[in-house]
């Protein structure tokens, strides 16, 4: 549950306004058929090559439900801690636009799938927020208008028609863009630990409506605007803080919100009306007349529930008793299966925190600048295993480590190919190091007396010097033994 957390509230000159948000997603089921259909759900296929014959709504055809999408639906609604209904409907729901083929789109309605569940989010290291799931219901996607092709002209793609969603709404228990944040980011990680989504926002199979109203704190909820489509977790935070903004200064002006959907137009930062809002009479839906109510049994449910893996909760705590972590390492790590993976074999027989900061600090950071996932890092985990070894083990310095990594992430060679080439060993010889250190004091008579004279920070300068003169290659555990005991004299 909700620990102690102020969210942020807007302030104004006159007076201060809470932010209430509940969020649609929709999700593209992974399954190579469509919802209803013999249809391929496939991503980037030659427009309107991937469609059977009730996609495009021609008479006669009969749908017929996909169980793989029925089961991964069950799927998720266990992971998102939900009650799965035995007896569901679908329904249909009329509105006509020219990428809905059929005139009508095949959802649910009054009896989803899945209905009542929660997630956690972190809302600092050590608080969460239980933010509850009202349903998650099937539904078939519409195709897809592109406007961008023709001056003038509308083109319509219809192989994205039919496949199938997983609509998931929250209750409206989010209370800033960040919290919207968090939680779209810990859904997207929940689909992803089960495998019934990718999660992709950039090709369009996790995408996000934000409904958000603004009120004085204690007064009834205020009139709340939809935002349609938000593609990135990035634009979700930033339309609903432009949106809450807006509502404020009409409200201030004296001015009622209208109920209305809007878009976010990412290159101003601002959300516009698109179309007034609909209420759930206006869609006029009924059962849909081909498809009988979808029940289920307790063993199809059971038999599901026994194929969930490690979700990212359980899986943070284990990081966290196992291996000793932060509570922000093991947030970070736990929030991807990938991320786990690479931890656990890199962190074998190794310091686990030594691990994770590695890949935090320094694999995330390529992997960003790259474009790359960690799935696809050209360092496998084995790799950067041996590298911090070479650490360990006192062969390369932490700073020769990095220069090392640089060039392991670029050229695919082993760390060790890498160190051999360059001559990049460490220098841990006492004798060699000794004989620079005579020489770098000898030259530097006065902040030798600065340091005999109780100036210890002149340590740092003449550790410094060493490690210039050999190029960063000394052991700084040596230099730093070696430096003192000759200053002593």
């Not at 992709?200 to 409506?209: A, I, K, P, Q, V």
């Not at 498809?291 to 909760?313: N, V």
């Not at 390492?329 to 686990?352: K, M």
């Amino acid at each position: 549950m909700m620990s102690e957390y102020n969210a942020k509230k807007i302030k104004s000159a006159n007076d201060e306004w809470e932010i209430i948000i509940g969020l649609e997603v929709h999700a593209q089921i992974i399954t190579n058929l469509k919802l209803f259909s013999n249809g391929a759900a496939e991503f980037r296929k030659e427009a309107n090559h991937k469609l059977d014959l009730l996609d495009i709504g021609l008479p006669g055809t009969l749908p017929v439900i996909n169980r793989m999408a029925v089961d991964q639906a069950i799927k998720t609604g266990l992971a998102l801690n939900a009650t799965i209904n035995k007896r569901s409907i679908f329904d249909r729901k009329n509105y006509f636009y020219p990428d809905l083929p059929l005139g009508y789109q095949i959802s649910q309605f009054k009896d989803p799938i899945v209905s009542e569940g929660f997630i956690n989010i972190d809302i600092s290291d050590s608080k969460t927020k239980t933010i509850k799931i009202e349903r998650l219901h099937l539904e078939q996607d519409a195709g897809k208008s592109l406007h961008d092709q023709s001056p003038d002209k509308t083109f319509i793609d219809y192989n994205r028609a039919g496949v199938a969603l997983m609509e998931i709404v929250s209750y409206p228990d989010l209370s800033d863009w960040e919290e919207a944040g968090n939680y779209l980011t810990k859904l997207r990680s929940i689909l992803r630990f089960v495998n019934t989504c990718d999660g992709n926002m950039e090709e369009g199979s996790l995408r996000c409506d934000a409904n958000v109203s603004v009120r004085k704190p204690n007064e009834p909820l205020g009139t709340r605007c939809e935002i349609k489509n938000l593609n990135s977790i990035k634009n979700l935070m930033k339309a609903i803080e432009y949106e809450a903004t807006r509502q404020v200064t009409v409200l201030e002006g004296g001015n009622k919100i209208i109920q209305e959907t809007r878009l976010f137009d990412t290159n101003s930062g601002k959300t516009k009306t698109m179309r007034s809002k609909e209420e759930a009479h206006d869609y006029r839906y009924f059962p849909d007349p081909d498809l009988l109510p979808l029940e289920l049994t307790d063993k199809r449910i059971e038999d599901i529930s026994k194929t969930l893996p490690e979700l990212p909760d359980d899986l943070k705590i284990r990081l966290l008793n196992q291996y000793g972590l932060s509570a922000y390492d093991a947030r970070v790590i736990s929030s991807d299966q990938g991320t786990t993976e690479y931890f656990e074999v890199l962190s074998n027989n190794r310091d686990a925190k030594q691990a994770a900061n590695w890949i935090i600090t320094n694999l995330f950071g390529k992997l960003n600048d790259s474009g790359k996932s960690i799935k696809d890092s050209p360092i496998d985990a084995k790799e950067l295993g041996k590298l911090l070894d070479l650490i360990n083990k006192q062969i390369i310095s932490n700073k020769i480590a990095k220069e090392v990594f640089e060039e392991m992430f670029t050229s695919g060679k082993s760390a060790a190919t890498i160190i051999e080439k360059k001559g990049l060993k460490q220098i841990s010889n006492t004798d060699e190091i000794e004989g620079i250190v005579d020489k770098i004091i000898s030259s530097n008579e006065k902040q030798k007396k600065q340091y005999q004279s109780g100036n210890t920070k002149v340590l740092g300068w003449f550790v410094g010097q060493v490690m210039k003169e050999t190029k960063g290659q000394a052991n700084p555990s040596v230099v730093n033994k070696v430096i003192i005991d000759k200053l002593k004299k």
